[in-house]
């Protein structure tokens, strides 16, 4: 079993293939945070200390007892009012307008198979695959519930958590802060490692250590953001790649989120991973819950690299779902830098034919297909197809475009309004906007409120009508903007509104996926401005970055490799000089990149020499041929392109008979020396055939000296090795 009780010791253990996660229900009915780490087996209790420490309180059912105190203890959900004065992960405010909350044991349940969280995305399993603790906690005073929910998939190392707040009270009260997964560590000594960025250079690594004080990071943009990312590591200071404990949270979340990391004054370290307290007062009424989306956790006592892995498989397996969660997706050219907003149907029809007879599977009609949309000015809102524009009804340009063998999609921007579009003027309240302000307009647009259900069902019967019209099998699903101006012409409490917006979301892509099972639906906010687990459960791959930049790319997909699965990451080949920095890079450094995500093409075929037309059809050849071990395979870092002269990484397949190793160039220099890629996650002490020489080379000198990447003339240039096991 995964999940054990101890009714001797009063303890809860939860068992993964290589770790354990130990709780305990103390004598007060307090529950304690014991231990996460490698696989364990007893009680762990000996870890607690109890000492007179100054200035930190006691329960009152201590008595005399001043070695007892919330403030030094490990706890699983600490709140607020209990004496601890550490970071809470519960804040809420009660029928008396008190912000006490002393939450305390009453019960748990142990069940086959995973929970699920109605309205939210969630990790799933099947009933053989996975455990459920439910353990109830209550405030004797208030009657106000916490029910703490533990996930256990064993053969992942991953364990999820998530809370559910119910008003057991006789009063209203509201949920101002919620943090479903804290993580105490009564000793150690960690790096917070997380993701921070900016529009086009998102997810770049930090790693610093954690000191005494709060560590902060967060979105307060409505959505998980460019800026940071809803996913953070703890390390020990020492962790490599290949060695050392860590622990991973990642949020299933696309709002505004916070994670906090700190020392307390005895040297102890807490994790907090949740919602951002910034515009939540989440009201509710007697007999009404709150269910907070749900944390992933794993740990890994070999390095990061391992880490990551356990976080890949299971949000490629157990987060993604669809057609084409397992499935190799099909290489697409989108239209977007090839023509923007300039086209007509006749340019799109050439260069669709220019995709097809290079050998390109799908054609993706970007952004200007509706309404009035010549420029980013006007027309969002108006989700009526341009025949004038196209020269034809939407139907018969895909028609067109299947009958040069190429599968179709469509770019939406469902979410969003321009003030010059026939739905604004006919709903202006429909719009985040504050009455009696002038609103922040962001890429002159302002957004819809879709925490209405009316708003949400207006948008959702009007792509429906555009997809209907034809074989639409792939739609890029874009938001290119921050929420501002948080008010809802409906809501009973404006606290509520930014939540209630992201499940508003979520019924709509649900929605979408039930209505359309077979379409490949791809995330996008402005790139990566929302790339997170959230996200992935309802679009199994996200566009990156808007940065296509290969050289950029190396440090954006290094970050983003942390966490998530190459097949969730879109990548594309685009032109050079590229648009967003005018950087050169041959079309192979450019494909070798791409070849690292889902893989596609955004320029304009036509403006190709001959020779860049043959290296894509030699790109297209080479991506099939690797497509599934990209996908599917254990991936590892072998540099870090923020400080390595190159950036370089490796798939190797499950049996780890094949790995396909890649490499860019990034500093070059007179009299270059030369640099060793060393190769990992090979069968020990076995020989390795390179494909294309035909050399023989051994696994573990591989791994200890590593391979000489070739002296090559000009900047930014590209290698590969695919070796294959000769067992």
Known sequence: MSIIYDEKYKTITLHTRNTTYQMQIDRYGFLLHLYYGKTAEGCMDYLLTYYDRGFSGNPYEADTDR?????????EFPSLGTGDYRTPACIIKNTDRTYASDFRYVSHTIKEGKYSLPGLPAVYADTDEAQTLEVVLADPVTGVQAVLL??????????????????????????????????????????????????????????MPVGHGVAKIGSLRGTSSHQYNPAVILAEHDATEDAGSCYAMTFVYSGGFQSEAGQDQYYQTRLLMGMSEEQLAYPLNPGEQFQSPEVILSYSSEGLSKLSQN????????????????????????????????????????LA??????????????????????????GLGDWVVNEEKLGCTLGELIEKINGMGLKFGIWIEPEMVNEDSDLYREH?????????RRPNRSRYQLVLDFSRKEVVDYIYEKICAVLDQGNVEYVKWDMNRSL?????????SQGRVLHDYVLGLYDFLERLVDRYPDILIEGCSGGGGRFDAGMLYYTPQIWCSDNTDPIDRLEIQYGTSFIYPASSVGAHVSASPNHQTGRLTS????????????????????????????????????????????????????????????????FVSEDRKEALVQVVGIRKHANMTVDYIKVRGLKENTMYRDTETGMLYNSTALREVGVPKPVLEGEYQAYQWHFVCED
């Open 484 to 492: 501002a101006d948080i008010y809802s012409a409906t809501a009973d």
């Open 428 to 436: 202006p309240d429909w719009a985040f906007v504050i009455p009696g």
């Open 353 to 378: 034919q220019q995709a097809a007879d290079l050998g390109i599977e799908m054609f993706v009609l970007d952004d200007g297909w509706f309404g009035k949309r010549d420029t980013d000015m006007r």
């Open 311 to 350: 976080m890949h498989r299971c949000i490629r397996s157990h987060l993604c779902r669809g057609k084409y969660k397992e499935t190799v997706r099909p290489i697409l050219l989108n239209s977007w830098e090839a023509s923007y907003f300039d086209f007509t149907g006749d340019s799109l029809f050439a």
């Open 587 to 650: 079309m192979k450094t450019r494909g070798m990149v791409a070849m690292a995500g889902t893989f596609g093409y955004e320029l304009n075929l036509n403006e190709l020499s001959a020779e860049d037309k043959e290296e894509i059809r030699r790109q297209i050849a080479e991506y099939k041929k690797y497509a599934a071990l990209v996908q599917r395979g254990d991936y590892y870092r072998l540099t870090n392109p923020q400080t390595d002269n190159q950036g370089a990484w490796e």
């Open 150 to 207: 533990y996930g256990v998939l064993p053969q992942y190392d991953v364990i999820t958590r998530s809370v559910k707040i119910v008003n057991a009270s006789k009063g209203h009260i509201s949920v101002k802060k919620l943090a479903p997964a804290c993580l105490d560590l009564v000793g150690g000594a960690y790096d917070f490692i997380t993701f921070y960025g900016r529009h086009a250079m998102e997810r770049n690594c930090q790693r």
């Open 67 to 75: 070695t007892y105190s919330m403030d030094a203890l490990p706890q």
